[in-house]
């Protein structure tokens, strides 16, 4: 029983501690969890909502890493297999003084890309209230694409409101060409659509927001907002009834790690849609967390409790 899911590929992170080293020099490294869907999950879970989070896993130490990481996060793991044949990815990222980190991925083969989809067949919906897709997921293997697919037709079927955040990885793809087909049919199933600028860019040809915006709502099967992420500008709002506004961003002292930002974003405006506050309260939450990550080296280590998200919306003085 949760009010919240998500389907993806946990990781096991090694970031480096040595600012400005490239990944061949750098010697120290911590290591935490990390993967853009487990990141929303952990930013809803400590916002206090219930979760379930739904991979596969190797038993391997990274997989016993992971189960315990998301026990101590208060994730549920209800719906995650586990197996002797295939070993769970992990990753490197190097710490940059600015800019955005290199990032290099162990993930193919991995027991996420062996996904068995019939595990989907034990989802209890009945209290779900959420669910957020990524195109990370379905980027990894066809079997992921698979089960990606049949679980957002058991979302239909259930009519559970869905965010779908294209999280573009142009290395998990075989060709450019079919991501974009591929993520913009899988972004039309989503009620609420989540693109960066930039990915609208390489998704649709376009930067300028509403016209990314119109892009997705005019071929959304059931897509009612499209929200575009403007980075430290904010966020610009277009519903299907042509209501448009722009929800502008926090500004921060420094960005130790912009890594989980836009995960952080989704996290925010779930919780806040969960409980009922408006789109643009719901906005405003997105992108206190998103400037709040920002902040951390993890990717989800900035995430708010209920309490420090109550500190930050009053030290940025916003009325709720």
Known sequence: ?????TIGEPIALF?????????????HFQKFLAGAEVNVTVGVSRLGHTTQYIT?????PFGEFII????????????IDETKDYWTAFQLKDRVSTGDP???YFRKGSAAAHFDKTILDRIDFSDVKFAHLSGIFPAISKEALEGFRYLVQLLKEHQTRTTFDPNLRPQLWESQAIMVETINELASHAEIILPGINEGEILMGSRDPETIADFYLQNGEVTQTVIVKLGEEGAFVKQKNGKSFTVPGFKVK??????GAGDGFAAGLITALIEDKTLKEAVIRANAIGALA??????????PTPAELETFLNEHKVVK
């Open 1 to 5: 029983m949760s009010e919240f899911l």
């Open 15 to 27: 970031g480096s501690e040595e600012v400005d080293k490239s990944l061949k020099d750098a010697s």
């Open 56 to 60: 596969k896993l190797g038993e391997d």
């Open 68 to 79: 315990d990481q998301l026990n101590k996060n208060k994730i549920g793991t209800d719906y």
């Open 102 to 104: 290199n990032i290099f």
């Open 254 to 259: 420094e960005v130790v790690d912009t890594v």
């Open 294 to 303: 920002v902040q951390s080296p993890g990717d989800n280590d900035g995430y």
